[in-house]
Protein backbone atom coordinates (compact mmCIF):
# COMPACT_ATOMS: atom_id res chain seq x y z
CA UNK A 1 0.00 0.00 0.00
CA UNK A 2 1.43 3.45 -0.93
CA UNK A 3 2.44 5.60 2.06
CA UNK A 4 0.80 9.15 1.67
CA UNK A 5 2.46 12.33 1.30
CA UNK A 6 1.97 15.72 2.51
CA UNK A 7 1.12 18.23 1.17
CA UNK A 8 1.26 17.31 -3.34
CA UNK A 9 2.86 20.86 -4.07
CA UNK A 10 5.05 23.73 -2.17
CA UNK A 11 5.67 26.97 -3.63
CA UNK A 12 8.51 28.49 -2.13
CA UNK A 13 11.22 31.54 -2.15
CA UNK A 14 14.60 30.98 -1.81
CA UNK A 15 15.74 30.96 1.36
CA UNK A 16 11.97 29.70 2.99
CA UNK A 17 11.50 26.26 4.88
CA UNK A 18 9.23 23.15 4.33
CA UNK A 19 8.22 20.21 5.79
CA UNK A 20 7.02 17.59 3.74
CA UNK A 21 5.27 14.46 5.16
CA UNK A 22 5.20 10.85 4.87
CA UNK A 23 2.67 8.28 6.44
CA UNK A 24 2.03 4.62 6.18
CA UNK A 25 -1.11 2.36 7.35
CA UNK A 26 1.64 -0.54 7.44
CA UNK A 27 4.29 -0.87 10.32
CA UNK A 28 7.68 0.91 9.16
CA UNK A 29 10.99 -0.70 9.35
CA UNK A 30 12.55 2.14 7.28
CA UNK A 31 11.90 5.03 5.08
CA UNK A 32 13.96 6.41 1.89
CA UNK A 33 13.97 9.88 0.38
CA UNK A 34 14.52 10.45 -3.11
CA UNK A 35 14.71 13.84 -5.11
CA UNK A 36 13.37 14.01 -9.16
CA UNK A 37 13.91 16.71 -11.15
CA UNK A 38 12.20 17.03 -14.27
CA UNK A 39 13.26 14.81 -17.06
CA UNK A 40 15.50 12.90 -14.46
CA UNK A 41 15.34 9.65 -12.84
CA UNK A 42 14.84 9.78 -8.73
CA UNK A 43 18.27 10.67 -7.32
CA UNK A 44 18.60 8.93 -3.37
CA UNK A 45 19.00 11.65 -0.12
CA UNK A 46 19.10 9.54 2.79
CA UNK A 47 17.63 6.43 4.40
CA UNK A 48 16.09 6.82 7.76
CA UNK A 49 16.18 3.02 9.75
CA UNK A 50 13.79 1.99 12.86
CA UNK A 51 15.03 4.30 15.84
CA UNK A 52 13.56 7.88 15.09
CA UNK A 53 17.14 8.90 14.17
CA UNK A 54 17.18 11.69 12.47
CA UNK A 55 19.71 12.08 9.54
CA UNK A 56 21.06 15.14 7.43
CA UNK A 57 22.18 16.08 4.14
CA UNK A 58 23.03 19.40 3.12
CA UNK A 59 20.13 21.92 4.41
CA UNK A 60 17.93 18.54 4.21
CA UNK A 61 16.83 16.58 7.37
CA UNK A 62 14.53 13.99 8.09
CA UNK A 63 13.11 12.73 10.91
CA UNK A 64 11.47 9.31 11.58
CA UNK A 65 8.84 8.09 13.57
CA UNK A 66 7.85 4.19 13.52
CA UNK A 67 5.08 4.75 16.69
CA UNK A 68 3.25 7.13 14.45
CA UNK A 69 4.41 5.54 11.11
CA UNK A 70 5.29 8.51 9.31
CA UNK A 71 8.23 10.29 8.39
CA UNK A 72 8.99 13.98 7.68
CA UNK A 73 11.96 15.90 5.56
CA UNK A 74 12.97 18.83 6.23
CA UNK A 75 14.32 21.58 3.99
CA UNK A 76 16.25 24.50 5.50
CA UNK A 77 16.53 28.11 3.58
CA UNK A 78 15.28 26.68 0.44
CA UNK A 79 17.55 26.98 -2.90
CA UNK A 80 17.05 27.25 -6.27
CA UNK A 81 18.54 23.48 -6.86
CA UNK A 82 16.17 22.57 -4.25
CA UNK A 83 13.20 22.34 -6.90
CA UNK A 84 12.18 18.95 -8.25
CA UNK A 85 9.33 15.94 -6.98
CA UNK A 86 10.56 14.53 -3.10
CA UNK A 87 9.07 11.24 -3.22
CA UNK A 88 9.38 9.11 0.31
CA UNK A 89 9.74 4.91 -0.29
CA UNK A 90 8.95 2.88 2.74
CA UNK A 91 9.70 -0.87 3.39
CA UNK A 92 8.39 -3.55 5.36
CA UNK A 93 10.67 -5.84 7.82
CA UNK A 94 11.06 -8.78 5.12
CA UNK A 95 14.52 -8.91 3.87
CA UNK A 96 12.84 -9.81 0.50
CA UNK A 97 10.39 -6.97 0.25
CA UNK A 98 11.00 -3.60 -2.10
CA UNK A 99 10.49 -0.06 -1.78
CA UNK A 100 6.79 1.14 -2.39
CA UNK A 101 6.90 4.60 -2.84
CA UNK A 102 4.57 7.68 -2.27
CA UNK A 103 2.79 9.86 -5.21
CA UNK A 104 5.40 12.72 -4.39
CA UNK A 105 5.28 16.33 -3.70
CA UNK A 106 6.15 18.75 -5.75
CA UNK A 107 8.00 21.70 -4.67
CA UNK A 108 9.17 24.97 -6.57
CA UNK A 109 11.33 27.66 -5.16
CA UNK A 110 11.53 30.82 -6.78
CA UNK A 111 14.00 33.53 -6.77
CA UNK B 1 30.55 4.43 -13.48
CA UNK B 2 27.68 3.40 -15.89
CA UNK B 3 25.79 2.38 -13.01
CA UNK B 4 22.00 1.28 -14.27
CA UNK B 5 21.87 1.21 -17.64
CA UNK B 6 18.42 1.51 -19.50
CA UNK B 7 17.25 0.27 -23.05
CA UNK B 8 15.91 1.56 -25.03
CA UNK B 9 15.78 5.14 -23.85
CA UNK B 10 12.31 6.25 -26.22
CA UNK B 11 10.14 3.65 -27.96
CA UNK B 12 6.77 3.66 -29.67
CA UNK B 13 4.97 0.27 -29.79
CA UNK B 14 1.29 -0.16 -31.73
CA UNK B 15 -1.23 -2.06 -29.46
CA UNK B 16 -0.54 -5.94 -29.31
CA UNK B 17 3.22 -5.23 -29.73
CA UNK B 18 5.53 -6.89 -27.65
CA UNK B 19 9.01 -5.56 -26.51
CA UNK B 20 11.84 -6.26 -24.00
CA UNK B 21 13.03 -3.49 -21.68
CA UNK B 22 16.60 -4.08 -20.73
CA UNK B 23 18.41 -2.92 -17.50
CA UNK B 24 22.08 -4.12 -16.53
CA UNK B 25 23.59 -2.63 -13.29
CA UNK B 26 27.55 -2.86 -12.71
CA UNK B 27 27.36 -2.22 -8.92
CA UNK B 28 27.26 -5.94 -8.10
CA UNK B 29 24.09 -5.38 -6.74
CA UNK B 30 21.77 -7.89 -5.46
CA UNK B 31 18.60 -6.63 -5.76
CA UNK B 32 16.65 -5.05 -8.71
CA UNK B 33 13.53 -3.28 -9.34
CA UNK B 34 11.04 -2.00 -12.24
CA UNK B 35 9.01 0.76 -11.31
CA UNK B 36 6.49 2.87 -14.05
CA UNK B 37 5.60 6.38 -13.45
CA UNK B 38 2.61 7.86 -14.80
CA UNK B 39 1.82 11.82 -13.68
CA UNK B 40 0.34 12.35 -10.25
CA UNK B 41 0.96 8.63 -9.88
CA UNK B 42 4.25 8.64 -7.97
CA UNK B 43 6.29 5.51 -8.77
CA UNK B 44 4.55 1.87 -8.92
CA UNK B 45 6.27 -1.49 -8.29
CA UNK B 46 5.94 -3.47 -11.25
CA UNK B 47 8.12 -6.57 -10.43
CA UNK B 48 11.26 -7.12 -8.06
CA UNK B 49 13.81 -9.66 -8.02
CA UNK B 50 15.55 -9.66 -4.14
CA UNK B 51 18.24 -11.78 -5.70
CA UNK B 52 19.82 -14.03 -8.68
CA UNK B 53 16.74 -16.60 -9.26
CA UNK B 54 14.11 -14.82 -7.72
CA UNK B 55 11.42 -12.37 -9.00
CA UNK B 56 8.07 -11.31 -7.25
CA UNK B 57 4.81 -9.38 -8.17
CA UNK B 58 4.74 -5.41 -7.32
CA UNK B 59 1.82 -3.44 -7.11
CA UNK B 60 1.18 -3.18 -10.66
CA UNK B 61 2.15 -6.36 -12.30
CA UNK B 62 -0.72 -7.42 -14.98
CA UNK B 63 0.38 -7.63 -18.40
CA UNK B 64 4.02 -7.80 -17.60
CA UNK B 65 6.81 -9.95 -16.83
CA UNK B 66 10.64 -10.20 -16.35
CA UNK B 67 13.33 -12.27 -16.28
CA UNK B 68 16.74 -11.83 -13.88
CA UNK B 69 18.65 -13.58 -16.37
CA UNK B 70 21.97 -13.08 -14.14
CA UNK B 71 23.21 -10.74 -11.45
CA UNK B 72 23.78 -7.95 -13.39
CA UNK B 73 20.61 -8.08 -15.69
CA UNK B 74 16.86 -8.16 -14.97
CA UNK B 75 14.67 -7.74 -18.33
CA UNK B 76 11.44 -6.58 -18.31
CA UNK B 77 8.35 -7.94 -21.00
CA UNK B 78 5.33 -6.20 -22.29
CA UNK B 79 3.89 -9.39 -24.58
CA UNK B 80 0.86 -7.67 -25.79
CA UNK B 81 0.99 -3.71 -25.32
CA UNK B 82 -1.91 -1.22 -24.56
CA UNK B 83 -2.71 2.45 -24.41
CA UNK B 84 -2.54 1.95 -20.69
CA UNK B 85 1.20 0.65 -20.57
CA UNK B 86 2.48 4.33 -21.96
CA UNK B 87 4.42 5.58 -18.99
CA UNK B 88 8.26 5.92 -18.22
CA UNK B 89 9.63 3.26 -17.25
CA UNK B 90 12.34 2.80 -14.41
CA UNK B 91 15.02 0.10 -13.13
CA UNK B 92 16.81 0.41 -10.17
CA UNK B 93 19.52 -1.43 -8.16
CA UNK B 94 19.96 -1.96 -4.74
CA UNK B 95 22.97 -4.11 -2.27
CA UNK B 96 20.17 -4.56 0.31
CA UNK B 97 16.67 -3.57 0.91
CA UNK B 98 18.49 -1.08 3.45
CA UNK B 99 20.64 0.86 1.38
CA UNK B 100 20.28 3.14 -1.22
CA UNK B 101 18.47 2.44 -4.65
CA UNK B 102 20.15 3.67 -7.85
CA UNK B 103 17.81 4.17 -10.95
CA UNK B 104 18.64 4.44 -14.36
CA UNK B 105 17.54 6.99 -16.78
CA UNK B 106 14.49 5.33 -18.16
CA UNK B 107 12.87 4.22 -21.19
CA UNK B 108 9.92 6.43 -22.36
CA UNK B 109 7.32 3.81 -23.75
CA UNK B 110 4.36 5.26 -25.91
CA UNK B 111 1.58 2.61 -27.16
CA UNK B 112 -0.47 3.96 -29.45
Known amino acids: QQPVQSPQAVILREGEDAVINCSSSKALYSVHWYRQKHGEAPVFLMILLKGGEQKGHEKISASFNEKKQQSSLYLTASQLSYSGTYFC????????????FGKGTTLSVSS | NAGVTQTPKFQVLKTGQSMTLQCAQDMNHNSMYWYRQDPGMGLRLIYYSASEGTTDKGEVPNGYNVSRLNKREFSLRLESAAPSQTSVYFC???????????FGSGTRLTVV
Open chain 1, 89 to 100: GTGGNQAGTALI
Open chain 2, 92 to 102: ASSELRQLPSY
